[in-house]
C-alpha cells in the first residue's frame, strides 16, 4: 500500500467516526470502538486505525482515557446547536442587495482571511484532470467552439446528469434536463417560470443570500419560514403560511442547506411535496449542496417524491468539481418548456465545450472519488472549526452540526452584533458573512456564517480565534454599557 | 504570390468594388473603373483585376459590354428596396414566443436548409487557432477551471474590451464593462436595470425577435418605431412617440441592424443620444452584428456621442469569433452598478478560461484579420441571395442592401403570407424567419428574412429558388381567390 492510499484510507476512517458522532450515534462521554474491533469491521489495519484515533484526537474529537480506550469528547460549554428560526410572519420585500455586495466585494479580496463567502477549495477540485480532459474534447470535437450552443443543452450531458439523479431515487429523462449557467440561474428560470412582481416566495429562515436577491432583483416578497437547524423547514409553519398568505412557490434547501446545514429527513420531503401539491404551490428545490452530504447512505430529493411534475429540482457541479465552468441544470417537470424557454430569452445556449467535458468527467473520471474527497475535506475542516469556535467564542455561542457542505451558522448571544462584528473582523484583514444578509427581515444580528471551504491553515485557526475574541469584547462592552446605564 | 494569397486578393478587390454598388457610389448603368485603372488605384496585377471582375460577371453584379468596358448591371424587377416601416402607433404587450420557438426548434434541426435562423458559418471561425489557445490558456492557468468567477469579469478581456471600443470613437476604460453570457444576457440585464414590468420600451420596426421576447419575459411592452431599411430608426417618429407616451428605454441597433441591415449615419447616431437625453430616456445599443459592417470606414458607436453615462453598448463575441463560448459584454455608463449587480444574482460570473481565450486571441491572434475575412465572405454570400432573390421571387419583391451581417430582408408583393410560405418551405425541408417573428404587432406578414450566413451551394441556391416558386404560387393562388369571388 503506498503512502497515499494509506493516508487517505486513516483519513476515511477517521471521517466515518466523526459521521457516527455528528449523526448522534456516539455522544458526549461514549466509548468509540475499540482499535481492535474498528481495524475488524473496517478491515483495515491496526496501524491505521491508530492513526485515525490520533488524527481526531488532535482535533479534539475524541479523547484517550488511559486503560480505557477512545471516548468522545463531552461537548465544549458553547458548541450546543441553535434552536428554530422565528422569522415574522408576514411576506417582505427584500433589501439585502448592498449588504451583500459589500461583503462580497471584501470576499473576492485575496489579502483577507476568507471567512466570508461559501467557496470551495480550488486545491480539491480535478484540476489536471479537467484541464486534460477540456484539451481532448477541444481538439476532437472543435465545433464545440465556433457553433451556437441553444438550449436544452448537450444531450451527453443531460444523459449523465439523469444518470446521476438515479442517486437522489428521482428517475428522469435526459428530456427533463435542461442545462443552465449555474444553479443561480436555474432558480431564476424556475422563479420567473411560476411566479410574477409582487407574488410571495415561501423560503427557509435563515437562507441563502443569494436566493434573497433573485426574489429582490425579480421585484417578488419573501415569506420566511421557521427552520429546524438539522431538519429542516418546519412543515407544520409552512402549512399555515399557505393558508394564510396567497403564495405562489416555494424554494427549499431539503438536502444540505445553506447557511443551516440542515437536512430533512426523507419521510418529511415526502410530506413537503404533498403539502404544497395539494395547494398548488409549486416547489423549487435547490440542491446545489446536496452532493456534498456527510450521510452514509444517499439521502433522496423531495424531487423522487413529485408525482405531479411540480418539483423543480436545481443543482449544478460549481460546488463539487468545476466552479469555473458554470455548468448548471434544472428538472423542471411539468414547467420545462417554460424554462426552457426563458432559458433561451435569458442567455441563449452554454459553451457546448464545458458541457461535453463535463460529461466526459461524469462518464469516466471518477465523480464518485471526487465527491467522497470533497466530503472528508469538508466533513474535517467543519469539525476544526466546530472545535475552534468551541474554544473561543463567547460563553452560551451555539453552532449548526451541518449535514453537509462547507460552512457554520454561528449564533452569538443575545446582544452580539454581526454587522459591527463584520467591520471590526475586516479591520484584521478577516471577512465573515453576518446574520442579517440571510434574512429579509433583519434577523440574525447576533449570528454569522463561518465559511470552512479552505485548507485548515494556522492563518485560519488564529483568525476564528480572533473573531471569537472580537465577539468577547464586544459583549463585554455590550454588557459594560448597560450596566453603566441608570436603571 | 502564392495561390491562396492571390486568390484572397482578387476576392477582396470584388469585394471592394461590390461595396461602392452597395453604397450607392456607382448605380445601375454606371462604368466600373477600367481594368487599368483600378489595377492601378489597388496597386494590383491586371489579372487580378480581370478575375475580380470576372467574379463579379458570374455574381451577375457587373456585364461586360463589347469595346466598352464592365457595367453595373441594371437591377432586375425585384430588386428594389423596401419602404420604411409603419407600425402601428401605442405600446403592445409582446407575444410572439410560440412562433418564435417553432422556428428556432425547426432552425436547430441540420436536415433543413438553413434559411431561418441567423447563424454565422461555423467553417468561418478560427476554430484551430482557438482550440491551440484555449488548451494553452486552461494548461498554464488551470486555477481558471477550479475558480469561481464574480462579476465584473476578467480584467485582461475588460482591457482588450476596451482597446476595441476606440474603433467605435468610444473612450472606455476596463472599469466601464461588465462581461456577460453573450449579447442577449447583457440586454436583458440593460433592460431590467432600467425598466420594470409595464414599462415601454422603444424600439425598430421591424427588430429582432429576440428583443420582443426578452421585452415579453420581463412583462414590459414594445413600442415600435418606423424605421427605414438603410438609414436606421426614424428620429422623427421616435421623438413624437417620446413626447406621446412614457418611453422608459430605447433600444436600437445602430449599426447593422437585424434583420434590416440599416446603418444610422453617424450624424444621426449623434441626434438620437440627444434626442433621448433630453427627455432622461436610457439608450440601450445593441452592436452585436456591428463589427460586421461593409462600410470602408469605420463607423462610430451612439456610445461615442454620450455625454451623460446614458447609452448603454452591448455586444459580443458570437459572431465574429466565438459562437460556442458565449462571451459577450457591456458598457452601462451610469448604470453600471446596477448591471453588475443583477448579473451577479442572474448566474454569476462566467468562465474565466472562455474570457482569457478571447482576451489572449484579441490581443495576438488576428482579430482585425478575421474581421476582414468575415465581412469579405458575407458581402459575397448577401450578393448571390440578393442576385437568386430578384431571379426568382415575384415581381414586385423589394430585397435590402444591408450595411453588413449575414441576413436580407425580404418583402414580397401585398397579398403574400410568410407563414403559410413558412409551412410550405419547411414541407420542402427548407427553414425561413416568417415576418411577423420581427414585430409585436402582427405587421410584415408579407415579408421574411433570409438567413446568408451559410457558405453558398447549389443547395442553397434551389432553396431559394424553391422558396421563390413557392411565393410566386402563393400569390396565383391568392390572385385566383381574390379573381374568383363574386363581385
Known sequence: M??????VLYEAVASDVSALIHSGTLGPGDRVPSVRRLSRQKRVSISTVLQAYRLLENRGVIEARPQSGYYVRPRLRAAAEPAISDP???????GVHDLVSRVLAAASDTRLVPLGAALPDHELMPAAKLQRMLSSVARRRPRSLTTYAVPPGRLELRRQIARLALDWGCNLTPDDVVVTHGCMEALNLCLRAVAKPGDIIALESPTYFGLLQIIESLGMRALEIPTHPRDGISLEALALACEREKVKACLVMPNVSNPLGSMMPDAAKKRLVQLLAAHGIPLIEDQVYGDLHFARAHPRAAKAYDRQGMVMLCSSFSKTLA????????????YRAQVEKLKFVSSVGNPELLQLTIAEFLENGGYDHQLRSLRRAFSDRIGRTQHAVSGHFPAGTRVTSPSGGFVLWVELPQGADSLALYESAMREGISIAPGPMFS????????????CGCAWTPAIERAIARVGQLAQQQLGRSVARRGARPP
Do not use: K
Not at 503506498?2 to 493516508?7: A, E, L, N, V
Not at 415574522?88 to 427584500?94: K, L, S, Y
Open 323 to 334: 466552479p469555473g465552468f458554470r455548468v448548471g441544470w434544472v428538472a423542471a417537470g411539468r
Open 2 to 7: 503506498d503512502t497515499q492510499t494509506g493516508s
Open 440 to 451: 429579509a427581515s433583519d434577523r440574525y444580528r447576533n449570528c454569522l456564517r463561518l465559511n
Open 88 to 94: 415574522p410572519r408576514g411576506p417582505r420585500q427584500v
